[in-house]
């Protein structure tokens, strides 16, 4: 579980991008944080690993019986948690010159020692948990074609397998899906919610496409200027819900 408490982000230039924010997200929730530009979307995953610090105010996340006071984390606390918590963004951070499998194995490299670190030798436990995350979204058959010979839809799920392959806790994702074309949009946003009802996982994720968000998700956080003006289940919101996250701007969405 995740718990925000009164959270506040102010950036040294004086710009609040989170105000008061209070949020509860529970294991295995399909959440989408949706809002027009500079709502806070990113602030407020970020504060999820640390990536931004916060103002004041308590970001807690909970997980097989472990409690972690996020602002209070540094050095190897913080680094041990970071390991827990899959990071995806609009660029897939592909080796592009290596494999598939290669770059899925990667995220096994920090369980790896010294000497195997040095030489790439992943172990045969690494490798068949590699080929099934592979399976899972369909890419199985791409394992050993180098990944700058996939498609932007095929590398942004390669970039998934990796995720998967680290065995997260939650997966937080700030707009995996703008840098592709609807089509490819919809196939990863399927993959997402495949792996957040198979294997339970918790998913968040930044997102501007709002009929994805709403097709996909389970619930809906909508931001506006650093406040969150809708929480609720995707079944439930309104159109009226979406005029007060994206003003007058929705109707021309
Ligand atoms: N490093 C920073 N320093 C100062 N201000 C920042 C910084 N990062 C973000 N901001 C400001 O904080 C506010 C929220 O930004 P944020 O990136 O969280 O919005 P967003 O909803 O993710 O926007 P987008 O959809 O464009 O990514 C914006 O006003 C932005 O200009």
Redesign the pocket.
Same mark, same amino acid.
């Given at each position: 579980m995740i718990t925000f408490k009164k959270v506040n !982000?102010v950036?040294?230039?004086g !710009?609040s991008?989170l105000k008061d924010i209070n949020l509860k997200i529970n294991d295995g929730e399909f959440v989408a944080i949706v809002?027009?530009?500079?709502? @806070? !979307?990113?602030?407020? /995953? !970020?504060t999820i690993n640390k990536m931004v610090s916060i103002s004041s105010g308590e970001v807690i996340v909970e997980f097989d019986n472990q409690k972690f006071e996020i602002n209070s984390l540094k050095g190897k606390k913080l680094r041990n948690y970071r390991k827990y918590i899959g990071l995806m963004s609009q660029e897939y951070n592909n080796i592009e010159s290596q494999t598939t499998i290669k770059n899925v194995l990667n995220a096994r490299v920090s369980k790896l020692n010294f000497f195997r670190t040095l030489f790439g030798i992943f172990s045969d436990s690494d490798r068949i948990t590699a080929l099934n995350n592979l399976n899972k979204i369909n890419l199985l058959e791409s394992a050993y074609t180098r990944v700058e010979n996939l498609s932007g839809g095929q590398q942004q799920r390669v970039a998934l397998a990796r995720t998967l392959t680290q065995e997260p806790k939650l997966i937080i994702a700030?707009?995996p899906v703008s840098a592709l074309d609807p089509i490819l949009a919809n196939q990863v946003m399927q993959d997402f919610k495949k792996i957040n009802k198979e294997d339970k996982i918790t998913i968040i994720i930044?997102i501007?496409h709002i009929d994805l968000a709403l097709k996909h998700a389970d619930r809906i956080i909508g /931001?506006k200027d @650093?406040l969150i003006v809708f929480d609720g289940s995707t079944k439930n919101i309104k159109n009226k819900d979406l005029k007060i996250i994206y003003g007058n701007s929705y109707e021309n969405l």
């Open positions: !982000k950036w040294p230039n !710009k991008a809002g027009l530009s500079g709502a @806070g !979307k990113t602030t407020l /995953l !970020k700030d707009e930044n501007h /931001l @650093g």
